[in-house]
C-alpha cells in the first residue's frame, strides 16, 4: 500500500476547528504579552529599527491632538502650554486665547497626509484623555488584525501550518518587538498592511475556485484599508502594487474577472483617498476660519498631498555615491538646489543650512518656506538625478547592485540570511512550486523602495520575502521529516 501524501497528511491534520483558534489565541496573548512588556522591558534600539526617516515626527503631531480629540477643529494647535485636558478646557482655550491659535508647527500639518492624526485615537479612547498620546496601541491593534487575518488566510487556502510558521517568525523578529510595541513611529504600519492585504486575498490567489463575488468584497474591503494607511504615510501604498499583482496572479479567474477586479480596486484605492483628503480639507477651512475669527495665526502657505519622490531618491543615492555629492541628508539636497532655484527662478530665497529656507509666509516668523512646497524644487532636483544617471549609467548599475546585496544581507535579523533566502526562491522556481513563487513576487514591491531610492540605516527591514520564503523552507523540511518517518514505519 502506497503511503498518502505527506503535504496533504499534515494540512488535514492541522485543518481542524480547534487548531485554528488555538493559533489565533496564541496569536492574541502574544501580541497582548508583547505589547505590555514593553511598559516594563527595556530594548535594544540597535536591533532592526528604521532610522532612515523621521517617519510621524510624534514630537510634533502631538501638539495638534489635543483640538482635534476635544473639539474636531484640524489642523489647530496653541502657542499656549497651560492646557487643561477636557472638553470643556479646549473650548475655553480657543475663546479666551484665541491669539495663540496655530495652524501649523514647524511642519507637520503643511505635509499631507491628515489621516495619521488619528492614530492616536485608540490610545485616548483607552484613557479618556488626549494628554500625553501614543501610537503603540494603534499600532498593535493593526499588528494584531495583520496577524490574524495572515493566517485565517492561509487557513482558508488549506495551508494552515505554513500560516502559522509564518506568524511565528514575524512575533520573533526584534523589528517588530520595537516598531509595534515601543516605538512612538509608524514604520511597522506598512508590513500591518501587508498582511491585512495578504490575508485578504490569499483565497483568490490560491484556491482553485473562488466566489467571484467574494474576491470583489476583499479586494474592497483592502483598497479601502490601503487608502485610508497611505493616508497615514504614503509609503504604504506601495502595498497596493502587492494586491494588483495577487489578482492578476490568481489561478482561478479568468481576464474578465481579473480585470473587474483591478478596476474595482484601482476605483476604491484612489475614491477612498479621495474622500479622505476632502474630509480634511473641510476640516481645514473650517478652521481656517476659525482661527481668522479669534485673531490667532492663520496658515496661508503652500500645502501639499504627502511626501515628495524625487528629493528621497536625490538624498538616496548618497548610499552608496562617492563622487557627485549625493549624501542622505536634506541640507545636502536644499545647498545643491537653492542657487540654482534663485538664478533661475528668480526666487530670492535665503538659506542658512536649515531643514527649511529663512523666508517665510507670516509676518509674526511662526511659519517658514519648506522646501516640499516649492514645485521647483522637484524639477532641480530631478533634473540632476536623471542627468547623473544617463551620463553615468555604470555608477547607477553599481548602486543598485550595492543595494541588492544590502537587501539581501540585512533584510532579516540575522545576517546575510537574505542570501539563504534567495537560494531557497530560486530552488522553488526549479521544482515549479508555483504557490510559493506567486506569494514572493507579490512580496517583491515591499522592497522596490530599498532598490530604487534608499537602503540603508534600517531601511530594508520593510521586506518582507525573506519571512515568507524561510516558512516555505520550513515547511518543506517538515514534509521532507514526515514523509521520511512514513517510510521508515
Known amino acids: 500500500m502506497s503511503n498518502p501524501n505527506p503535504a496533504s497528511t499534515i494540512n488535514q491534520t492541522f485543518l481542524t476547528r480547534k487548531f485554528y483558534r ?15 512588556l514593553s511598559f516594563f522591558v527595556p530594548f535594544n534600539s540597535q536591533l ?3 532610522k532612515d526617516a523621521s517617519g510621524f515626527e510624534h514630537h510634533y503631531a502631538s501638539k495638534f491632538f489635543y483640538f482635534y480629540y476635544y473639539t474636531g477643529f484640524f489642523p489647530l494647535a496653541t502657542l499656549d502650554t497651560q492646557l487643561n485636558y477636557s472638553s470643556l478646557g479646549a473650548k475655553n482655550e480657543i475663546a479666551m486665547h484665541g491669539k495663540d491659535l496655530i495652524m501649523e508647527y514647524k511642519h507637520w500639518s503643511r505635509l499631507g497626509e491628515h489621516a495619521r492624526i488619528g492614530c492616536y485615537m ?16 494603534f499600532n498593535t491593534l493593526f499588528f494584531l488584525l495583520g496577524l490574524c487575518l495572515l493566517f485565517h488566510g492561509f487557513y482558508v487556502s488549506k495551508h494552515p501550518l505554513i500560516g502559522l510558521i509564518l506568524c511565528s517568525l514575524i512575533l520573533l523578529t526584534p523589528f517588530f518587538h520595537y516598531e509595534v510595541f515601543r516605538n512612538e513611529n509608524i514604520f511597522a504600519l506598512q508590513a500591518s498592511v501587508f498582511f491585512i492585504v495578504m490575508g485578504l486575498l490569499l483565497p483568490t490567489l490560491l484556491n482553485p475556485a473562488t466566489y467571484l463575488g467574494k474576491s470583489i468584497l476583499m479586494v474592497v474591503i483592502a483598497s479601502l484599508v490601503l487608502a485610508f494607511c497611505s493616508e497615514i504615510r504614503n509609503e504604504i501604498s506601495i502595498v497596493f502594487a502587492c494586491l494588483l499583482i495577487m489578482i492578476l496572479l490568481s489561478s482561478s479567474l479568468g481576464g474578465i474577472s481579473k480585470s473587474m477586479l483591478l478596476l474595482v480596486a484601482i476605483l476604491f484605492f484612489a475614491g477612498g483617498k479621495k474622500l479622505i483628503q476632502r474630509h480634511f480639507d473641510v476640516k481645514y477651512e473650517k478652521t481656517k476660519q476659525l482661527v481668522a475669527s479669534k485673531g490667532g495665526h492663520v496658515y496661508n502657505g503652500q500645502k501639499i498631498a504627502g511626501h515628495k519622490l524625487w528629493h528621497p531618491i536625490f538624498c538616496g543615492l548618497g548610499d552608496y555615491d562617492q563622487q557627485f555629492g549625493y549624501a542622505w541628508n536634506d ?37 517658514y518656506i519648506k522646501f516640499d512646497e516649492i514645485p521647483q524644487y522637484e524639477s532641480v532636483v530631478k533634473e540632476k538625478v536623471l542627468n547623473d544617471i544617463q551620463h553615468h549609467p555604470m555608477w547607477y548599475l553599481k548602486i543598485l547592485g550595492q543595494r541588492f546585496l544590502k537587501i539581501c544581507s540585512t533584510t532579516l535579523p540575522i545576517p546575510f540570511m537574505g542570501f539563504v533566502a534567495m537560494l531557497g526562491f530560486i530552488f522553488f522556481i526549479y521544482q515549479k512550486k508555483s504557490s510559493y513563487v506567486k506569494l514572493i513576487l507579490v512580496s517583491l514591491p515591499l522592497s522596490a523602495p530599498s532598490l530604487l531610492i534608499y537602503s540603508g540605516k534600517g531601511a530594508t527591514y520593510n521586506a518582507m520575502f525573506g519571512y515568507l520564503i524561510l516558512a ?15 517510510c521508515n514505519q
Request: net charge positive; proline share 3%; glycine share 4%.
Open 122 to 137: 485608540p490610545d485616548a479612547v483607552v484613557k479618556g484623555t488626549a494628554q500625553n498620546p501614543s501610537l503603540k496601541l
Open 331 to 367: 541640507t545636502v539636497a536644499y545647498a545643491y538646489a537653492v542657487p540654482i532655484l534663485n538664478e533661475r527662478y528668480q526666487m530670492h530665497l535665503n538659506y542658512s543650512g536649515k531643514l527649511y529656507t529663512d523666508n517665510y509666509y507670516d509676518s509674526a516668523h511662526l511659519y
Open 472 to 486: 516555505f523552507l520550513l515547511y518543506e523540511f517538515i514534509q521532507f521529516y514526515t514523509k521520511k518517518r512514513s
Open 48 to 50: 532592526q529599527t528604521r
Open 22 to 36: 488555538s493559533v489565533m489565541i496564541g496569536i492574541f496573548l502574544s501580541v497582548a504579552i508583547l505589547y505590555t
